[in-house]
Protein backbone atom coordinates (compact mmCIF):
# COMPACT_ATOMS: atom_id res chain seq x y z
CA UNK A 1 0.00 0.00 0.00
CA UNK A 2 1.70 2.79 -0.98
CA UNK A 3 -0.53 5.31 -0.23
CA UNK A 4 0.06 4.66 3.52
CA UNK A 5 0.07 7.59 5.66
CA UNK A 6 0.65 5.65 9.32
CA UNK A 7 2.12 2.48 9.54
CA UNK A 8 2.90 0.84 13.01
CA UNK A 9 5.37 -2.13 12.66
CA UNK A 10 5.48 -5.20 15.21
CA UNK A 11 3.58 -2.47 18.02
CA UNK A 12 2.94 -3.35 21.08
CA UNK A 13 1.79 -1.55 24.69
CA UNK A 14 1.67 -2.73 28.28
CA UNK A 15 0.06 -0.95 31.16
CA UNK A 16 2.07 -1.54 34.43
CA UNK A 17 3.62 -4.50 32.57
CA UNK A 18 0.43 -5.85 31.42
CA UNK A 19 0.87 -5.95 27.92
CA UNK A 20 -2.46 -5.06 26.39
CA UNK A 21 -1.59 -4.70 22.89
CA UNK A 22 1.23 -6.76 21.01
CA UNK A 23 2.56 -7.54 17.61
CA UNK A 24 0.01 -5.24 15.75
CA UNK A 25 1.54 -4.70 11.68
CA UNK A 26 -0.64 -2.08 9.79
CA UNK A 27 -1.11 0.55 7.45
CA UNK A 28 -3.57 3.51 7.82
CA UNK A 29 -4.36 4.90 3.74
CA UNK A 30 -4.71 8.33 3.39
CA UNK A 31 -7.30 10.05 2.56
CA UNK A 32 -9.38 7.60 3.82
CA UNK A 33 -11.86 6.45 6.60
CA UNK A 34 -10.21 3.46 8.63
CA UNK A 35 -12.82 2.06 11.12
CA UNK A 36 -10.89 -0.15 14.42
CA UNK A 37 -14.05 -2.41 15.60
CA UNK A 38 -13.88 -5.24 18.00
CA UNK A 39 -15.25 -6.26 21.32
CA UNK A 40 -14.37 -4.02 24.41
CA UNK A 41 -11.39 -4.14 26.02
CA UNK A 42 -9.35 -5.52 22.61
CA UNK A 43 -7.06 -2.41 22.63
CA UNK A 44 -8.62 -0.65 19.93
CA UNK A 45 -8.66 2.56 21.85
CA UNK A 46 -4.79 1.92 22.93
CA UNK A 47 -3.94 1.92 19.51
CA UNK A 48 -5.94 4.75 18.36
CA UNK A 49 -3.95 6.71 21.24
CA UNK A 50 -0.79 5.48 20.25
CA UNK A 51 -0.86 7.01 16.70
CA UNK A 52 -0.11 10.59 18.16
CA UNK A 53 1.54 9.24 21.47
CA UNK A 54 -1.87 10.62 23.28
CA UNK A 55 -0.77 7.57 25.19
CA UNK A 56 2.09 8.98 27.30
CA UNK A 57 -0.44 11.21 29.29
CA UNK A 58 -1.12 7.89 30.77
CA UNK A 59 0.91 7.20 33.75
CA UNK A 60 2.64 3.58 33.15
CA UNK A 61 2.27 2.96 29.34
CA UNK A 62 5.29 1.61 27.80
CA UNK A 63 5.03 1.35 24.26
CA UNK A 64 7.26 -1.25 21.79
CA UNK A 65 7.68 -1.35 18.34
CA UNK A 66 7.46 1.65 15.96
CA UNK A 67 4.70 4.23 14.35
CA UNK A 68 5.63 5.43 11.47
CA UNK A 69 4.01 9.13 10.09
CA UNK A 70 4.76 9.82 6.82
CA UNK A 71 7.71 7.14 6.83
CA UNK A 72 9.24 9.63 10.09
CA UNK A 73 9.20 7.35 13.63
CA UNK A 74 7.16 9.72 15.33
CA UNK A 75 8.83 8.74 18.85
CA UNK A 76 11.59 11.09 16.78
CA UNK A 77 9.18 13.65 16.55
CA UNK A 78 8.22 16.37 19.17
CA UNK A 79 4.85 15.31 20.87
CA UNK A 80 3.33 18.72 20.53
CA UNK A 81 4.31 18.90 16.57
CA UNK A 82 3.01 15.19 15.84
CA UNK A 83 -0.12 15.84 18.01
CA UNK A 84 -0.40 18.95 15.16
CA UNK A 85 0.03 16.80 12.54
CA UNK A 86 -2.69 13.86 13.93
CA UNK A 87 -5.30 15.77 15.87
CA UNK A 88 -7.78 13.83 18.18
CA UNK A 89 -11.69 13.58 19.12
CA UNK A 90 -12.80 12.16 22.19
CA UNK A 91 -15.49 9.32 23.11
CA UNK A 92 -17.39 12.31 25.38
CA UNK A 93 -17.36 15.97 23.83
CA UNK A 94 -14.89 18.04 25.71
CA UNK A 95 -15.83 21.57 24.75
CA UNK A 96 -13.75 23.95 26.72
CA UNK A 97 -15.51 26.10 29.61
CA UNK A 98 -15.25 29.78 27.12
CA UNK A 99 -16.96 30.58 24.37
CA UNK A 100 -17.74 28.84 21.15
CA UNK A 101 -15.37 31.38 19.92
CA UNK A 102 -12.77 31.55 21.72
CA UNK A 103 -13.03 27.32 21.69
CA UNK A 104 -12.09 27.45 17.95
CA UNK A 105 -9.16 30.89 18.34
CA UNK A 106 -7.46 27.92 20.88
CA UNK A 107 -5.14 26.41 19.02
CA UNK A 108 -4.69 29.23 15.95
CA UNK A 109 -3.41 31.93 19.04
CA UNK A 110 -0.80 29.11 19.67
CA UNK A 111 0.36 28.66 16.98
CA UNK A 112 0.56 32.41 16.55
CA UNK A 113 -2.52 33.48 14.18
CA UNK A 114 -3.41 37.22 16.16
CA UNK A 115 -4.83 39.03 13.55
CA UNK A 116 -8.48 39.25 14.37
CA UNK A 117 -9.62 38.93 10.80
CA UNK A 118 -7.51 36.25 10.18
CA UNK A 119 -8.57 34.60 13.66
CA UNK A 120 -12.18 34.71 12.30
CA UNK A 121 -11.78 33.37 8.84
CA UNK A 122 -10.64 30.39 10.71
CA UNK A 123 -13.30 30.29 12.98
CA UNK A 124 -15.83 30.37 10.38
CA UNK A 125 -14.39 28.37 7.83
CA UNK A 126 -13.96 25.14 10.08
CA UNK A 127 -17.63 25.88 11.64
CA UNK A 128 -18.54 25.52 8.02
CA UNK A 129 -16.83 22.31 7.77
CA UNK A 130 -18.71 20.96 10.38
CA UNK A 131 -21.82 22.30 9.18
CA UNK A 132 -22.30 24.37 12.96
CA UNK A 133 -21.66 27.80 11.39
CA UNK A 134 -25.60 28.69 10.45
CA UNK A 135 -26.27 27.41 14.16
CA UNK A 136 -24.03 28.96 16.32
CA UNK A 137 -23.02 32.47 13.82
CA UNK A 138 -25.36 34.90 15.88
CA UNK A 139 -23.92 33.45 19.27
CA UNK A 140 -19.99 32.92 18.78
CA UNK A 141 -19.71 34.68 22.44
CA UNK A 142 -22.22 32.11 24.29
CA UNK A 143 -20.68 29.49 26.44
CA UNK A 144 -19.61 26.27 24.37
CA UNK A 145 -21.21 24.13 27.06
CA UNK A 146 -24.52 25.32 26.69
CA UNK A 147 -24.58 23.93 22.89
CA UNK A 148 -26.37 20.26 22.64
CA UNK A 149 -24.15 17.04 22.73
CA UNK A 150 -24.19 16.89 19.07
CA UNK A 151 -23.46 20.58 18.41
CA UNK A 152 -20.49 20.15 21.18
CA UNK A 153 -18.84 17.04 19.35
CA UNK A 154 -19.06 18.72 16.09
CA UNK A 155 -17.09 21.95 17.80
CA UNK A 156 -14.59 19.80 19.02
CA UNK A 157 -14.13 18.42 15.77
CA UNK A 158 -14.08 22.07 14.26
CA UNK A 159 -11.39 22.92 17.07
CA UNK A 160 -9.39 19.69 16.46
CA UNK A 161 -9.56 20.98 12.59
CA UNK A 162 -8.04 24.40 13.72
CA UNK A 163 -4.97 22.94 14.30
CA UNK A 164 -4.75 22.06 10.49
CA UNK A 165 -4.08 18.24 10.91
CA UNK A 166 -3.36 15.67 8.30
CA UNK A 167 -4.95 12.94 10.40
CA UNK A 168 -7.88 13.14 12.55
CA UNK A 169 -8.65 10.31 15.42
CA UNK A 170 -12.04 9.89 16.63
CA UNK A 171 -12.36 7.64 19.93
CA UNK A 172 -16.09 6.43 19.62
CA UNK A 173 -17.28 10.06 18.59
CA UNK A 174 -20.91 9.03 18.39
CA UNK A 175 -20.94 6.82 21.47
CA UNK A 176 -22.98 9.89 23.86
CA UNK A 177 -25.19 11.11 20.88
CA UNK A 178 -28.41 10.41 19.62
CA UNK A 179 -29.46 9.19 16.42
CA UNK A 180 -29.64 12.39 14.74
CA UNK A 181 -26.83 13.70 15.96
CA UNK A 182 -24.81 10.40 15.07
CA UNK A 183 -26.12 10.96 11.46
CA UNK A 184 -24.51 14.06 11.22
CA UNK A 185 -21.64 13.51 12.36
CA UNK A 186 -21.05 10.90 10.04
CA UNK A 187 -22.39 12.86 7.26
CA UNK A 188 -19.61 15.24 8.03
CA UNK A 189 -17.25 12.93 8.44
CA UNK A 190 -17.45 10.99 4.76
CA UNK A 191 -17.34 15.11 3.62
CA UNK A 192 -14.32 15.73 5.85
CA UNK A 193 -12.16 12.32 4.16
CA UNK A 194 -11.89 14.40 1.25
CA UNK A 195 -9.16 16.15 3.46
CA UNK A 196 -8.33 14.43 6.10
CA UNK A 197 -7.42 10.91 6.67
CA UNK A 198 -10.15 9.47 9.25
CA UNK A 199 -8.97 6.69 12.15
CA UNK A 200 -12.14 6.23 14.41
CA UNK A 201 -12.36 3.34 16.97
CA UNK A 202 -16.29 2.40 17.19
CA UNK A 203 -18.71 0.24 18.90
CA UNK A 204 -21.44 0.42 16.29
CA UNK A 205 -20.76 -1.96 13.27
CA UNK A 206 -23.05 -0.37 11.35
CA UNK A 207 -21.40 2.94 11.07
CA UNK A 208 -18.49 1.35 10.92
CA UNK A 209 -19.78 0.03 7.56
CA UNK A 210 -21.89 3.17 6.58
CA UNK A 211 -19.55 5.74 6.14
CA UNK A 212 -15.23 3.09 6.70
CA UNK A 213 -13.59 2.43 3.73
CA UNK A 214 -10.96 0.08 5.35
CA UNK A 215 -12.18 -1.90 8.63
CA UNK A 216 -9.53 -3.41 11.03
CA UNK A 217 -10.79 -6.10 13.42
CA UNK A 218 -9.28 -6.53 16.76
CA UNK A 219 -9.34 -9.39 19.59
CA UNK A 220 -7.77 -9.78 22.93
CA UNK A 221 -4.74 -6.83 22.17
CA UNK A 222 -3.63 -8.25 18.39
CA UNK A 223 -4.80 -7.25 15.00
CA UNK A 224 -7.05 -10.03 13.63
CA UNK A 225 -7.99 -9.42 10.55
CA UNK A 226 -7.69 -6.05 7.98
CA UNK A 227 -9.56 -5.65 4.67
CA UNK A 228 -11.55 -3.21 3.01
CA UNK A 229 -15.11 -2.82 4.63
CA UNK A 230 -16.93 -4.00 1.89
CA UNK A 231 -14.49 -6.71 1.90
CA UNK A 232 -14.40 -7.77 5.80
CA UNK A 233 -18.24 -7.89 6.14
CA UNK A 234 -18.83 -9.88 2.87
CA UNK A 235 -16.13 -12.41 2.98
CA UNK A 236 -14.24 -12.27 6.67
CA UNK A 237 -11.39 -14.22 6.62
CA UNK A 238 -11.20 -15.85 9.85
CA UNK A 239 -13.78 -17.48 12.32
CA UNK A 240 -13.55 -15.12 15.22
CA UNK A 241 -14.26 -12.04 12.94
CA UNK A 242 -17.36 -13.60 11.34
CA UNK A 243 -18.55 -14.19 14.45
CA UNK A 244 -17.71 -10.77 16.61
CA UNK A 245 -19.77 -9.60 13.15
CA UNK A 246 -22.77 -12.00 13.58
CA UNK A 247 -22.88 -10.73 16.81
CA UNK A 248 -21.35 -13.30 18.83
CA UNK A 249 -18.91 -11.30 21.12
CA UNK A 250 -21.48 -8.26 21.67
CA UNK B 1 -31.63 1.62 66.71
CA UNK B 2 -33.84 4.76 66.82
CA UNK B 3 -32.38 6.05 70.07
CA UNK B 4 -28.94 5.49 68.45
CA UNK B 5 -29.73 7.68 65.68
CA UNK B 6 -31.26 10.35 67.88
CA UNK B 7 -27.86 10.31 69.61
CA UNK B 8 -25.94 10.85 67.14
CA UNK B 9 -28.08 13.98 65.91
CA UNK B 10 -28.05 15.31 69.10
CA UNK B 11 -24.45 14.70 69.13
CA UNK B 12 -24.22 16.56 65.78
CA UNK B 13 -26.24 19.14 66.55
CA UNK B 14 -24.82 19.78 69.82
CA UNK B 15 -21.47 20.43 68.35
CA UNK B 16 -22.89 22.56 65.85
CA UNK B 17 -24.36 25.15 68.62
CA UNK B 18 -20.73 24.85 70.70
CA UNK B 19 -19.01 25.78 67.73
CA UNK B 20 -21.29 28.37 66.32
CA UNK B 21 -21.86 29.72 70.18
CA UNK B 22 -18.19 30.09 70.92
CA UNK B 23 -17.73 31.78 67.60
CA UNK B 24 -20.47 34.22 68.05
CA UNK B 25 -19.58 34.64 71.88
CA UNK B 26 -16.37 35.77 70.54
CA UNK B 27 -17.27 37.69 67.97
CA UNK B 28 -19.81 39.62 70.41
CA UNK B 29 -17.44 40.05 73.24
CA UNK B 30 -14.80 41.61 70.74
CA UNK B 31 -17.57 44.05 69.38
CA UNK B 32 -19.70 45.00 72.42
CA UNK B 33 -16.01 45.94 74.54
CA UNK B 34 -14.30 47.19 70.64
CA UNK B 35 -17.03 49.21 69.42
CA UNK B 36 -16.78 52.09 72.08
CA UNK B 37 -13.75 52.84 70.60
CA UNK B 38 -14.09 53.10 67.16
CA UNK B 39 -14.46 56.37 66.14
CA UNK B 40 -13.50 58.70 62.76
CA UNK B 41 -10.01 59.66 64.70
CA UNK B 42 -9.54 56.01 65.40
CA UNK B 43 -9.30 55.36 62.08
CA UNK B 44 -7.32 58.22 61.22
CA UNK B 45 -4.65 59.10 63.39
CA UNK B 46 -1.64 57.90 64.47
CA UNK B 47 -0.89 56.43 68.06
CA UNK B 48 -0.46 59.44 70.31
CA UNK B 49 -0.46 60.27 74.59
CA UNK B 50 1.69 60.34 77.13
CA UNK B 51 2.04 56.62 76.91
CA UNK B 52 2.01 55.85 73.75
CA UNK B 53 -1.39 54.28 72.42
CA UNK B 54 -3.40 56.06 74.99
CA UNK B 55 -4.85 58.53 72.89
CA UNK B 56 -5.24 58.69 68.84
CA UNK B 57 -6.13 56.10 66.60
CA UNK B 58 -4.66 53.09 64.57
CA UNK B 59 -4.02 54.33 61.49
CA UNK B 60 0.04 53.64 60.23
CA UNK B 61 -1.19 50.01 61.77
CA UNK B 62 -3.72 49.74 59.43
CA UNK B 63 -1.87 50.71 56.77
CA UNK B 64 1.25 48.85 58.19
CA UNK B 65 -0.83 45.66 58.17
CA UNK B 66 -2.21 45.78 54.66
CA UNK B 67 1.20 46.14 53.74
CA UNK B 68 2.21 43.13 55.28
CA UNK B 69 0.06 41.47 54.40
CA UNK B 70 0.01 42.40 50.54
CA UNK B 71 3.57 41.15 50.26
CA UNK B 72 3.16 38.03 52.03
CA UNK B 73 0.48 36.94 49.44
CA UNK B 74 2.20 38.03 46.28
CA UNK B 75 5.23 36.31 47.52
CA UNK B 76 3.22 33.57 49.20
CA UNK B 77 0.89 32.69 46.50
CA UNK B 78 3.41 33.30 43.19
CA UNK B 79 5.20 30.50 44.66
CA UNK B 80 2.51 28.58 46.50
CA UNK B 81 0.40 28.58 43.14
CA UNK B 82 3.69 27.86 41.18
CA UNK B 83 4.56 25.16 43.69
CA UNK B 84 1.49 23.43 43.09
CA UNK B 85 1.38 24.30 38.96
CA UNK B 86 4.82 22.33 38.81
CA UNK B 87 3.91 19.01 41.36
CA UNK B 88 0.27 18.29 39.70
CA UNK B 89 1.45 19.11 35.54
CA UNK B 90 5.08 18.74 35.45
CA UNK B 91 6.98 16.58 38.10
CA UNK B 92 7.19 13.30 36.45
CA UNK B 93 8.83 11.58 39.74
CA UNK B 94 6.59 10.35 42.27
CA UNK B 95 9.67 10.40 44.68
CA UNK B 96 10.26 14.30 44.40
CA UNK B 97 6.37 14.76 44.47
CA UNK B 98 6.23 12.98 47.50
CA UNK B 99 9.45 14.93 49.00
CA UNK B 100 7.70 17.99 48.10
CA UNK B 101 4.59 17.14 50.18
CA UNK B 102 6.54 16.87 53.23
CA UNK B 103 8.66 19.83 52.58
CA UNK B 104 5.23 21.46 52.56
CA UNK B 105 3.78 19.39 55.23
CA UNK B 106 7.09 20.82 57.66
CA UNK B 107 6.93 24.19 56.44
CA UNK B 108 3.26 24.15 57.66
CA UNK B 109 4.37 22.87 61.10
CA UNK B 110 7.01 25.00 61.51
CA UNK B 111 5.78 27.64 64.94
CA UNK B 112 5.18 31.03 63.39
CA UNK B 113 7.71 32.51 66.22
CA UNK B 114 10.36 30.60 64.52
CA UNK B 115 9.38 31.37 61.47
CA UNK B 116 10.29 34.98 62.56
CA UNK B 117 13.55 34.10 63.62
CA UNK B 118 14.05 32.45 60.00
CA UNK B 119 13.56 35.78 58.59
CA UNK B 120 15.45 37.33 61.27
CA UNK B 121 18.33 35.99 60.50
CA UNK B 122 18.07 36.01 56.88
CA UNK B 123 16.74 38.87 55.83
CA UNK B 124 17.39 41.43 58.75
CA UNK B 125 20.89 39.88 59.69
CA UNK B 126 22.36 38.13 56.85
CA UNK B 127 20.98 40.44 53.58
CA UNK B 128 21.52 43.41 55.98
CA UNK B 129 17.70 44.57 55.14
CA UNK B 130 17.27 45.63 58.92
CA UNK B 131 13.19 45.57 60.35
CA UNK B 132 11.17 46.76 57.62
CA UNK B 133 8.17 45.87 55.73
CA UNK B 134 10.06 43.60 52.71
CA UNK B 135 11.51 41.78 55.42
CA UNK B 136 8.53 41.21 57.73
CA UNK B 137 6.25 40.77 54.15
CA UNK B 138 8.21 38.11 53.01
CA UNK B 139 8.29 35.98 56.49
CA UNK B 140 4.69 35.79 56.48
CA UNK B 141 4.80 35.13 52.58
CA UNK B 142 7.03 32.24 53.80
CA UNK B 143 4.61 31.19 56.47
CA UNK B 144 1.33 31.23 54.51
CA UNK B 145 3.30 29.61 51.39
CA UNK B 146 2.05 26.26 52.76
CA UNK B 147 -1.48 27.16 53.38
CA UNK B 148 -1.80 28.42 50.06
CA UNK B 149 0.11 25.66 48.04
CA UNK B 150 -2.10 23.05 49.61
CA UNK B 151 -5.00 24.20 48.27
CA UNK B 152 -3.80 25.42 44.82
CA UNK B 153 -2.56 21.61 44.60
CA UNK B 154 -6.07 20.75 45.54
CA UNK B 155 -7.73 22.93 43.45
CA UNK B 156 -5.28 21.80 40.53
CA UNK B 157 -5.86 18.04 40.86
CA UNK B 158 -9.80 18.48 40.33
CA UNK B 159 -9.59 19.91 37.07
CA UNK B 160 -11.39 17.76 34.50
CA UNK B 161 -8.36 15.92 32.97
CA UNK B 162 -10.46 15.43 30.12
CA UNK B 163 -10.33 19.51 28.97
CA UNK B 164 -6.43 18.78 29.70
CA UNK B 165 -6.06 16.03 27.51
CA UNK B 166 -8.30 17.51 24.50
CA UNK B 167 -6.07 20.63 25.09
CA UNK B 168 -2.97 18.13 24.73
CA UNK B 169 -4.04 16.64 21.66
CA UNK B 170 -4.31 19.30 20.10
CA UNK B 171 -0.49 19.84 20.06
CA UNK B 172 -0.42 22.29 23.28
CA UNK B 173 2.07 22.80 25.18
CA UNK B 174 1.82 22.43 28.85
CA UNK B 175 2.58 25.72 29.84
CA UNK B 176 0.42 27.09 27.47
CA UNK B 177 -2.83 24.14 28.67
CA UNK B 178 -1.92 25.62 32.09
CA UNK B 179 -2.19 29.08 31.06
CA UNK B 180 -5.23 29.02 29.27
CA UNK B 181 -7.24 25.82 30.68
CA UNK B 182 -5.95 24.93 33.91
CA UNK B 183 -5.81 28.28 35.92
CA UNK B 184 -9.20 29.81 34.56
CA UNK B 185 -10.84 26.70 35.47
CA UNK B 186 -9.89 26.81 39.40
CA UNK B 187 -9.46 30.94 39.21
CA UNK B 188 -12.29 30.83 42.35
CA UNK B 189 -10.25 28.38 44.42
CA UNK B 190 -7.34 30.03 44.20
CA UNK B 191 -8.44 33.51 45.19
CA UNK B 192 -10.42 32.22 47.97
CA UNK B 193 -7.12 29.97 48.81
CA UNK B 194 -4.91 33.57 48.80
CA UNK B 195 -7.16 35.23 50.57
CA UNK B 196 -7.75 32.99 53.21
CA UNK B 197 -4.15 33.25 53.62
CA UNK B 198 -4.13 36.71 53.65
CA UNK B 199 -6.67 36.65 56.73
CA UNK B 200 -4.07 34.17 58.28
CA UNK B 201 -1.15 36.99 58.03
CA UNK B 202 -2.93 39.79 59.09
CA UNK B 203 -3.52 37.74 62.57
CA UNK B 204 -0.20 37.01 62.97
CA UNK B 205 2.27 38.63 65.08
CA UNK B 206 4.82 36.76 66.06
CA UNK B 207 7.07 36.63 62.25
CA UNK B 208 6.81 40.24 62.63
CA UNK B 209 8.23 40.86 66.38
CA UNK B 210 11.74 40.37 64.90
CA UNK B 211 11.53 41.17 60.81
CA UNK B 212 9.52 44.41 60.88
CA UNK B 213 7.07 45.45 63.24
CA UNK B 214 7.67 48.47 65.89
CA UNK B 215 5.70 50.38 68.70
CA UNK B 216 5.13 53.76 66.47
CA UNK B 217 5.92 54.41 63.39
CA UNK B 218 4.62 57.35 60.65
CA UNK B 219 1.89 55.84 57.88
CA UNK B 220 4.58 53.64 55.96
CA UNK B 221 5.87 55.00 52.55
CA UNK B 222 8.67 52.79 51.79
CA UNK B 223 9.47 48.77 51.55
CA UNK B 224 12.42 49.05 53.71
CA UNK B 225 11.55 51.05 56.71
CA UNK B 226 9.97 49.13 59.38
CA UNK B 227 6.08 49.87 59.91
CA UNK B 228 3.49 49.26 62.88
CA UNK B 229 0.90 46.14 62.51
CA UNK B 230 -2.51 45.62 63.86
CA UNK B 231 -1.48 42.38 65.91
CA UNK B 232 1.67 43.76 67.00
CA UNK B 233 -0.20 46.76 68.16
CA UNK B 234 -2.76 44.76 70.19
CA UNK B 235 0.11 42.84 71.90
CA UNK B 236 1.87 45.75 72.86
CA UNK B 237 -1.27 47.61 73.97
CA UNK B 238 -2.39 44.94 76.33
CA UNK B 239 1.30 43.81 77.54
CA UNK B 240 2.32 46.94 78.45
CA UNK B 241 -1.19 48.14 80.06
CA UNK B 242 -1.47 51.12 77.97
CA UNK B 243 -5.44 50.76 77.15
CA UNK B 244 -7.70 47.95 77.16
CA UNK B 245 -10.06 50.32 75.48
CA UNK B 246 -7.87 50.72 72.47
CA UNK B 247 -6.52 47.24 72.49
CA UNK B 248 -10.29 45.87 71.97
CA UNK B 249 -10.87 48.55 69.52
CA UNK B 250 -7.50 47.28 67.52
CA UNK B 251 -8.97 44.00 67.42
CA UNK B 252 -12.48 44.83 66.55
CA UNK B 253 -10.69 46.50 63.12
CA UNK B 254 -8.86 43.72 63.02
CA UNK B 255 -11.82 40.90 63.19
CA UNK B 256 -13.93 43.09 61.11
CA UNK B 257 -10.87 43.28 58.08
CA UNK B 258 -11.06 39.65 58.56
CA UNK B 259 -14.66 39.21 58.49
CA UNK B 260 -14.83 41.40 55.24
CA UNK B 261 -12.10 39.52 53.31
CA UNK B 262 -13.36 35.92 54.57
CA UNK B 263 -16.62 37.03 52.95
CA UNK B 264 -15.16 38.15 49.49
CA UNK B 265 -13.52 34.84 49.26
CA UNK B 266 -16.81 33.09 50.00
CA UNK B 267 -18.62 35.33 47.92
CA UNK B 268 -16.19 34.73 45.05
CA UNK B 269 -16.13 31.69 44.92
CA UNK B 270 -19.36 31.04 45.28
CA UNK B 271 -20.27 33.35 42.51
CA UNK B 272 -17.69 31.50 40.03
CA UNK B 273 -19.25 28.00 41.34
CA UNK B 274 -23.01 29.28 39.45
Known amino acids: MSDAIIKLHDFGVAYDQKTVLSGVNTSIRSGRITAIIGPSGCGKSTMLKAMNRMLETQKDAAVFGSVLLNGVDIHTMEAEQLRRKVGMVFQTPTPFPMSVYKNMTYAPQYYGVTGKQELSRIVRENLEVTGLWEEVKDDLNKSALKLSGGQQQRLCIARALTAQPEVLLLDEPCSALDVKSTQVIEELLLKLKETYTIVIVTHNLFQARRIADDCIFMLNGELWEQNTTEELFANPQKKETRDYLQGVYA | ?274
Not at chain 2, 175 to 194: D, K
Open chain 2, 1 to 274: MKLKTALVKLWAVASCCLTFGVIFFLFAYIFAKGAGAITWEFLTESPKGMIIGTEGGILPAIVGSAWYTGIACLFGATLGICTAVYQVYYCRSQRLSNAIALVMQCMAGVPSIVMGLFGYTLLVLTLGWGKCILAGGITQGVMILPFIQVRAEKALREVDQNLVRASYAMGMSRAYTVRRIVLPQCLPQLVSGVILGACYAMGACAPLIFTGAVIIAKVPKDLMKPAMALPYHLYMLLTQGTSSVNAYGTAFVMMIIVLVTNSLATWFAWRNKK
